[in-house]
């Protein structure tokens, strides 16, 4: 026992719509092409607005459907890789945009599009310890920033966006049962850091990628079904990583999940990398999907690389 539950999720995009159409007149693309190679059709990409804007307006939107207030919380975690600045932390910058108590622990966390669930199975192993058992997860990345706009295999990719997540934790509930997990050593997907003298470009090998994508999602969802003693049958709802519409699909059909039970936003968002699945989570709470009692398997993976599934449940 000793576990999480969410509370109330948000989710804050920027208001710029970048198209397929416009993505051909900078790269040599088509919407035709981006569609059936990866479910994409359009993305948000930050203009005005900053990443800690993101990130202040994702949050406020889950406390208030949690019917928390900042100073009800205990931990504020930032999943991101794209930052405003190295420091302060995003996290950091959120207790004083928020206004949450000067004894918050804030820090970001960097695992990539795995991140949301690196920083809930952290979130909730901090909290048992917390005076106060309320905490924000908030997954953030603006990857316009890290993107390189002539290179077509990457830019149709990506968009910008942020989703959160207000948690409770008590000592009576289970644990969201975390399944985690990480390679170094692997180039498939990098970008290198303000250290290198490398461009600093996100790069990845797409193929490879793709194929890894297809044995890890799997891999976690089997293990952390496992650890619940739970079959996909029991399960009300799949949330995954929005990296790709093709391996959304092909895994649903592997396991034969209905179409109801799960949910892909990645035509309008693509891949928002750390925000992927708390934007997917937040977008299904206030379309009524989500519930008090509903059971939501999520699973993730991303550079590193990383991968993670977890089974969370709505208070």
Known sequence: MNGIKIRGTGSCLPSRVLT???L??????????????????ERRI??????SGLCAGAARTALDRAGLSPGDIGVCIVATMTPDAIIPSAACTMQTALGLPHDTLCFDLNAA????????????CLLAASPRKYGLVIGCDVLSRVVDWSDRSACILFGDGAGAA???WRAEWPSIGATLGCHGSNELLRCPGPGSTEEQYLSMEGQRVFKFALEAVP????????????????VDFFVFH????????????KYRIPPEKYCKNIDR???????SIPIVLSEMEAAGRLQPGSRALLVGFGGGLTWGGALIEMA
């Not at 930050?46 to 990443?51: G, P, R, S």
């Not at 991140?115 to 809930?120: E, I, N, P, T, V």
């Not at 891999?219 to 029991?234: I, N, S, V």
């Not at 990296?243 to 059909?253: E, G, H, Q, T, Y």
């Open 166 to 168: 207000a948690v409770e």
């Open 269 to 275: 968002r693509g891949n928002t990398s750390a925000a």
């Open 46 to 51: 930050l203009t005005a607005e900053t990443h």
């Open 20 to 22: 397929n159409d416009d």
């Open 24 to 41: 051909a007149r900078q790269v040599d693309t088509s919407d035709e092409w981006i569609t059936a190679r990866t479910g994409i059709r």
């Open 113 to 124: 599009c795995s991140g949301f669930l690196y920083a809930l199975h952290t979130v909730e």
């Open 219 to 234: 891999w976690c969802m089997d293990r952390t079904l496992e650890r619940h003693g739970l079959t996909p049958a029991d």
């Open 242 to 253: 929005q990296a790709n519409a093709r391996i959304i699909d092909l895994v649903a059909k």
